[in-house]
């Protein structure tokens, strides 16, 4: 497969991925002249034509989506039985390994992942596609952390096949919706759910519900409640986990009633004035079991104090005037019993009470200033309440209670209003925020919002600094400005095939990239120049980035070779002393009594001496190898050791004939 | 006692990943296996016949001499299929191309009239009589487990999109306890061992009809096979049709 081109354009680099139903590759589209993901479905579909429509008919739908973090599909095409998905190439990893190598996230973090995705499956939904399959293994992050679904219909179409399964579906089981779990139909309301178990994962860095087989799983899906993630991390904002909880309810009617609906709670969730939500509960009705989420936005701590204060403004306000309780006492007494008693009431003060005064004007005085007039005048009982004001002063009054102007019995107790500036909020932290998802967030909250872009090694788009610091900040004044990263500063990576080792250490000084060089064989690069490079020339690469070149080592090296041959040695006695002894008559009788008695009697063997040579890796024909001496035939085994291209020989003496010579060249053997 | 093996790839599948056979001892005793592998490129197909294979060499090397009572020939089978489990997850785990296999594994042990049955997975197991039809074995499956859960109904789990997952198969987890069986063999009753392929095709009365008409044993898997392959025939199907009828016959 690797190397080999399909489609007639998509020539194979390497495997990158492996799915139950497919693998994926890297490869590259040499009519675009750009890298393509290469989904390629290990599936027999051979016969199976309407299984076959059906996965062309939903790779075609997902065709149509284009969002930002939706990997983009761009071909779908078949070539013999094998069937295949062209897609966007994300280099980066899925959202399931990322999880497992940072573990739980932080809110901050999670919440801009989380709103990228919910804003794919939203605009899936727009389009009628439900993905049937969110799960974080269909979610790939890119280098900058911006998050991309993939996978749309696909893999449940396959799975309904007739081929039977083992527990390698768990995978699929943790995310599965209780009506995905009892075999209904998967609906957009199913995609939420699945999304809100990804939000327990990306928070908690677990699954919620975990168990040995897909069917006990399945079965927590459908009976148990889903877990707190605040009891794992108390400090996740109730909030958050309302959308975990809500997404999640079992009934599908409780939940969010579209991806929308979510991405815009999302949006808020981490502000301020939902620091105090309450969990996330059901209550029933009488007739129609109802949600009724008890999600109602707390109104702002300010708000509140202000309202408080100004009740009894209208009730002071409102006294029925001096003039028409003298002129009606008794008429209004005659209407009702309830009015007469207020009147009276409201009557005794001025007629008992002791002196009374007007109340002079101290708007705009500081409190201790203000309080010293109101004590000429000799009024001697006052209460301070501090209320924002745009207008006066911090620390300055901005009006009594009674107003100024009005006649006061002089016990009458005085609140002044105690200016404590303009409005504020308290700013958060937002670094290590995405930039998007933050300043949408914020957006007609301050004065101005700006952002200005830096190199960073923190992902690109995430706040890298922000101006104020978090803390109280008048948000009408406040000139929000956040530094965000724009990731790596990127260089062009010269092409450096050909260069020497001195070149390359010279470029490695001026470029900053960081060059590892590997050494290997070339038969076609001369020994010390650069066969390739990882990246390519040309290529675009982060400063200091690292490059991996492969320098040659000139031509390979055969191994050498070991040459074994048995040859067979003779003894071949020199019998020429034997004879004459037999011919010897004078000892003639006694030796035939001896020859008689002692059958096989024959004189001592004449040792011979033999002398093996070797010429080869080690050892030089003009050295003796082996030397020793044989009495009878002896099989000896010569080894000689061969580098590339070597000629070897060897040759055996014995005594002083040479009996065996032999020339071997390292290539006439195998 | 007869029997009769066939196993069909069916009308769409290009590989039979069906394996079947029937072993006999010179004393009589015999094991009949039925398995249905699954699991990609060449696992399916590796895993189904290795299992029919080695559980076959196994049954075949045995010294029955030495088994006299019930407990034995049970310790015996789970064993057997507990070595065949091992070597199938051996083989899996350490090469590539054989990751995720597995197969279902029906073993009957068939000693005159009783017989003892390991179940691991949906190939099935049914004695028919005159009476009707039996399932002797019960699914491992998904679906199965959430009937007896209570959380879906036999409507629901009859169009349930995963009645395909199965819970438990050889070779596909580290540790495996197959489902025994025990069934009497009784005159006139026919033991049919069976795929999925066959099962999900052909409901329980045609299944009698042929079993128990006059037709010969082989002509009765035949059509057993041809049934289902005329109702698609999507899946591989193996059939292993063993008439006790003639046990008296054969045994006076």
Redo the contacts between chains.
């Keep these: 497969m690797i190397g080999s081109r399909i489609g007639g354009r998509y020539e194979i680099v390497k495997n990158i991925g492996d799915g139950g139903m497919s693998k994926v590759y890297l490869a590259h589209d040499v009519i675009l002249d750009r890298d393509v993901a290469i989904k390629v479905l290990n599936y027999d579909f051979a016969n199976e034509e309407s299984l076959k429509r059906r996965f062309k008919r939903e790779a075609l739908s997902a065709t149509s989506l284009t969002h930002p973090h939706i990997v983009d599909i761009f071909d779908v095409g078949e070539e013999g039985e094998l069937h295949y998905l062209v897609m966007e190439y994300i280099e980066g990893q899925t959202l399931k390994k990322f999880i497992q190598d940072n573990g739980a996230l932080t809110p901050k973090q999670a919440l801009p992942i989380m709103l990228q995705i919910v804003s794919a499956i939203a605009n899936a939904h727009h389009n009628g596609i439900v993905h049937r399959d969110v799960k974080p293994q269909n979610i790939l992050m890119d280098s900058d952390g911006n998050a991309k679904i993939t996978d749309f219909g696909i893999a449940m179409a396959l799975s309904a096949t007739a081929h039977t399964k083992t527990n390698s579906v768990i995978g699929t089981v943790h995310y599965l919706s209780p009506e995905q779990a009892r075999g209904g139909m998967a609906t957009k309301k199913s995609d939420i759910y699945s999304l809100g178990i990804v939000l327990y994962e990306l928070l908690s860095g677990e699954l919620p519900f975990t168990a040995d087989t897909a069917v006990a799983i399945a079965l927590k899906h459908l009976q148990e409640e889903t877990p707190s993630v605040k009891s794992i991390f108390p400090s996740i904002p109730q909030s958050l986990e309302n959308v975990i909880l809500k997404a999640t309810m079992k009934d599908a009617t409780y939940r969010y009633d579209s991806a929308d609906e979510m991405y815009d709670d999302l949006l808020t969730v981490l502000s301020p004035e939902r620091a105090n939500e309450q969990r996330f509960a059901i209550l029933f009705d009488d007739d129609r079991t109802r949600a009724i989420p008890i999600v109602s936005e707390t109104p702002k701590f300010d708000s509140v104090e202000v309202t408080k204060k100004i009740e009894p403004v209208k009730l002071e306000q409102s006294p029925p005037s001096p003039k028409k309780r003298k002129k009606w006492p008794f008429i209004v007494g005659g209407i009702a019993g309830v009015a007469i008693l207020l009147l009276v009431l409201s009557l005794i003060p001025g007629v008992l009470g002791p002196k009374k005064a007007v109340i002079p004007t101290v708007a705009g005085m500081e409190e201790a200033e203000a309080k010293d007039v109101l004590t000429e005048s000799g009024f001697n009982s006052f209460i301070s309440q501090e209320l924002q004001s745009d207008d006066i002063k911090e620390g300055e009054v901005i009006k009594t209670i009674p107003e100024a102007g009005k006649k006061r019995a002089v016990d009458s107790e005085i609140t002044l209003y105690i200016s404590i500036g303009k409005e504020k909020s308290l700013l958060a932290d937002y670094i290590g925020s995405n930039a998007e998802t933050t300043m949408a967030s914020l957006e007609g909250q301050f004065k101005s919002i700006e952002s200005e872009e830096e190199f960073s090694d923190k992902p690109k788009g995430t706040i890298i600094g922000q101006e104020p610091d978090a803390g109280e900040v008048i948000p009408s004044e406040t000139e929000l400005l956040f530094t965000v990263s724009k990731g790596l500063e990127m260089k062009i990576l010269d092409n450096l095939i050909g260069y020497d080792e001195g070149r390359l250490d010279d470029y490695e000084k001026s470029s900053g990239f960081q060059i590892n060089i590997r050494k290997e064989y070339s038969s076609t690069v001369s020994e010390g120049r650069v066969i390739s490079q990882t990246p390519n020339g040309k290529t675009e690469i982060e400063k200091g980035g690292k490059v991996e070149v492969v320098v040659s080592k000139g031509p390979a090296k055969k191994p050498d070779k070991l040459i074994v041959q048995k040859v067979t040695i003779e003894y071949v006695p020199d019998i020429v002393e034997a004879v004459p002894r037999e011919e010897d008559g004078d000892e003639s009788d006694e030796e035939d009594d001896g020859n008689n008695s002692e059958v096989v009697q024959q004189p001592a063997p004449v040792p011979q001496l033999i002398r093996i040579y070797i010429q080869d890796k080690n050892n030089k024909m003009t050295t003796i190898f082996e030397e020793f001496p044989i009495t009878e035939t002896v099989e000896k085994t010569i080894s000689l050791t061969l580098e590339d291209g070597q000629n070897g020989a060897y040759k055996v003496m014995r005594d002083s004939e040479k009996i065996f010579a032999e020339v071997v060249n390292y290539n006439d053997t195998k | 006692m007869r029997f009769e093996v066939l196993t069909d790839i069916g009308?769409?599948?290009?590989?039979n990943e069906d394996s079947a056979a029937v072993y006999t001892l010179p004393n009589g005793i015999m094991l009949a296996v039925i398995a249905?592998g699954?699991?990609?490129?060449l696992g399916g197909d590796y895993a189904s016949s290795t299992a029919v294979r080695v559980i076959g060499e196994q049954f075949m090397e045995l010294d029955s001499s030495k088994f006299e009572a019930e407990d034995n020939w049970a310790q015996w089978l789970r064993e057997a299929v507990i070595y065949v489990n091992d070597l199938l997850y051996t083989h899996a785990n350490e090469n590539e191309a054989y990751k995720?296999m597995?197969t279902?594994l029906e073993a009957a042990l068939i000693r005159g009239r009783s017989c003892l049955i390991s179940h691991t997975?949906?190939s099935r197991v049914y004695a028919i009589d005159g009476q009707g039809v039996r399932q002797v074995t019960r699914d491992h499956s998904?679906?199965n487990?959430?009937l007896d859960?209570g959380?879906?109904t036999e409507q629901?789990?009859a169009?349930?999109?995963?009645r395909?997952?199965?819970?438990k198969?050889i070779g596909?987890?580290k540790t495996i306890v197959p489902d025994l069986y025990t069934l009497e063999l009784e005159d006139d009753m026919y033991m049919l061992i069976c795929t999925?392929g066959l099962s999900?095709k052909v409901n329980q009365q045609s299944m009698s009809d042929i079993v128990l008409s006059g037709a010969a044993l082989r002509e009765k898997t035949e059509e057993l096979v041809d049934l289902a392959n005329k109702m698609g025939g999507?899946?591989n199907i193996s059939v292993i049709l063993i008439d006790s009828t003639e046990v008296e016959a054969i045994n006076p």
Aim: charged share 30%; net charge negative.
């Design positions: 009308r769409k599948r290009t590989v249905d699954m699991g990609g490129h995720g597995g279902t997975g949906d998904y679906v487990a959430l859960s959380e879906i629901e789990a169009v349930h999109p995963q395909n997952w199965i819970m198969a596909s987890e999925d999900n999507e899946d």
